[in-house]
């Protein structure tokens, strides 16, 4: 193993120095149109009419298209994974939230493209709107989706991600304590600094390029073919350089529409948000609403968690049950916690469509945890970091979802961060290691939880 | 209208008051300045005009007639990086290097001037330029280092000046 913990120069640094990278929008080709989007000015409204005329009228405007140039309007992320479609690539009938594509447009330039995108003409019926999860469940709420405002379709159609562990009703009973706490997330936008971009040029015999920015290249590839109805071999995808994603670039946000211009056109076409696209119409982090309740001794065990999730996928699910299934299995943190209920619902609001970001659906649950665990030390009087260990996953704990863990972390991490902050962990702790529990770190509660890391 | 980019001069037929970014990209090819918010508030459009850093997207051609715009690609000459440039691939500075570009004139301008490896000093010659990977503390040691006038093994990657926290390796 030659680079591990070798400290190796980066394989792009002097292509980044010198300007030799290329990013999608660096890609020149003569003849390029540019692409613009007209978005909904709406959170919430049926489209009673588009009208395209003026804008094809235009001189220098070489294709408009709208959900009738797409084969297969609707069609889902993920759809491989069991996640059925919601989202139209171009709105129909109806916008759920504001700044979604209904048309776009490819012109000579960006200006040109703009003013023909403001001259399609539409016309709304606007609906309340829905921009609260707690709200959604109301009988009296505004309906945000055509699914209704909850995600229905986890396997076997339930409508939430789902764990029962153990007897949570007899950990309650047995608490000293109950400590309950709700932790509410705000969005995030990940700001790339590349905005969202990309490239299509027609080639001769049929076959189309795409520069793509994207953070998952044959994901989006075979997004693109699945809205055309096309073989994968009429699309080569050219990606790999990134100006920044985070997660936001895993969605398919450009690729697909501009596509579509280029086929329209026959010409290369060029489609690159503004800095105000990226943060107020592309995706975000989501907004969470996390209630814990913990059933806890008064010496530090958490014997079991009543917890509900209400994730803010934002107008469409896109990636959100996916995010709300690590959540789940994630949902007692680096700790062990026998006795489980959680309950995980992908909610739909009238806000831009959520996505992945930096630990898509853990972030959340880490810092709802972390918190909560700091809640629960002062409630006790004990040393937070007592709490942490005590409670700290170990070689055949098992997941939330049942699964013994093998090679646990948190232990040692726990007593290098110590070390780094300069606290000393009472002599138990600084021994302690991430072994097979046993004596007095295997109290009674967690004896049946116990599961055999080498079937795993 | 002729502006000199990286020593030569070349004529410009885009309207007086096209910032200077556009002419660079879309009609004279230069692309090391990006577009990253086309508003001056990331700095990934930087260049130097007159051996001063300005945000490219913010600046009307006609306020650089005749005057001398400096790039990343007239930094290196026959093959041969400047210090500052070997200082960011030493230490890391760069992940998906979309700011780097603009780091590096605004660092280019400071080093120039005989800005020393102070830390506020180099803070508030860089102010305003945004790196979304937070590489911060790369850029910082990388400008700091090139300020003392090191040598750098391209073939290494340095030490972080944060890899520690109190005395214990992260």
């Known amino acids: ?456 | 209208m002729n502006i000199t980019i990286n020593g030569t001069s070349r004529i410009v037929n885009a309207g007086p008051l096209t910032p200077l970014l556009h002419v660079l990209r879309e009609e004279l090819d230069v692309l090391s300045p990006k577009a990253g918010c086309q508003q001056g508030g990331c700095g990934t459009c930087t260049v130097l005009v007159n051996g001063e850093p300005r945000r490219s997207c913010l600046l009307p051609i006609a306020a650089v007639e005749g005057a001398e715009v400096r790039t990343v690609e007239g930094l290196a000459s026959g093959g041969k990086l400047t210090p500052v440039q070997e200082a960011w691939i030493h230490h890391y500075a760069a992940q998906c290097g979309f700011c780097t570009s603009g780091f590096l004139m605004a660092a280019t301008a400071y080093l120039e001037k005989g800005g020393s490896d102070d830390h506020a000093e180099i803070a508030a010659a860089l102010g305003g330029h945004v790196c979304r990977c937070t590489g911060y503390v790369k850029i910082y040691d990388a400008v700091a280092a090139a300020a003392r006038g090191e040598s750098f093994d391209l073939a290494t990657t340095a030490a972080g000046s944060r890899t520690t926290i109190r005395g214990v390796e992260l």
């Open chain 1, 1 to 456: 193993m030659k680079a591990v913990g070798a400290r190796l120069p980066r394989y792009d640094a002097t292509e980044h120095v010198t300007s030799g990278t290329r990013y999608v929008d660096d890609v020149r080709i003569p003849g390029t149109l540019w692409a613009k989007a007209l978005r909904s000015p709406h959170d919430n409204a049926e489209i009673l009419s588009i009208d395209t005329s003026k804008a094809e009228a235009m001189a220098g405007v070489h294709a408009v298209v709208t959900f009738k140039d797409v084969h297969k309007n609707v069609h889902g992320h993920i759809e491989g994974l069991g996640i059925p479609g919601d989202e139209p690539l171009l709105a129909e009938t109806h916008v759920r939230y504001k700044g979604q594509p209904i048309a776009a447009v490819a012109a000579d330039s960006e200006a040109l493209a703009q003013r023909a995108t403001e001259a399609i003409e539409v016309t709304y019926k606007v609906l309340p709107a829905l921009f609260d999860v707690r709200k959604a469940f109301d009988a009296d709420a505004p309906q945000a989706h055509h699914w209704g405002n909850w995600y229905p379709h986890f396997e076997g159609e339930m409508d939430r991600r789902q764990i029962r562990k153990g007897d949570i009703e007899q950990a309650f009973a047995d608490a000293d304590v109950i400590v309950q706490g709700t932790y509410r997330p705000a969005a995030i936008e990940h700001v790339p600094l590349e905005t969202q971009v990309c490239q299509v040029v027609p080639e001769a015999g049929g076959r189309f390029v795409v520069y793509s920015a994207t953070q998952a290249m044959y994901f989006s590839m075979g997004v693109v073919a699945a809205h055309l109805n096309w073989p994968l071999n009429k699309l080569k995808f050219v990606g790999g350089t990134t100006g920044g994603g985070f997660g936001g670039k895993v969605d398919t946000a450009t690729e697909t529409i501009t596509t579509l211009l280029a086929i329209k056109s026959h010409r290369p076409v060029r489609w690159r948000w503004t800095r105000a696209e990226e943060f107020l119409f592309s995706s975000t982090r989501a907004a969470w609403h996390m209630e814990i309740a913990d059933a806890v001794t008064k010496d530090g065990w958490i014997l079991g968690r009543k917890m509900l999730t209400l994730h803010d996928a934002g107008a469409f699910a896109r990636f959100s049950p996916y995010g709300v299934t690590k959540h789940a299995f994630h949902h007692t943190g680096a700790y062990t916690i026998p006795n489980l209920e959680f309950n995980g619902f992908v909610v739909y609001t009238n806000r831009t469509p959520s996505t992945a970001m930096r630990g898509f659906g853990v972030t959340s649950v880490s810092f709802a945890t972390e918190t909560h665990l700091e809640r629960i030390a002062q409630t006790l009087g004990m040393d937070p970091l007592e709490v942490r260990m005590k409670n700290a996953t170990r070689i055949g704990d098992t997941s939330p979802n049942g699964i013994p863990y093998t090679d646990p972390s948190t232990v040692p991490v726990m007593q290098a961060l110590s070390g780094a902050v300069g606290i000393e962990l009472p002599a138990h702790y600084r021994t302690m290691t991430s072994a097979i529990r046993s004596g007095e770190d295997l109290p009674g509660h967690l004896v049946a939880q116990l599961g055999n890391p080498e079937d795993h």
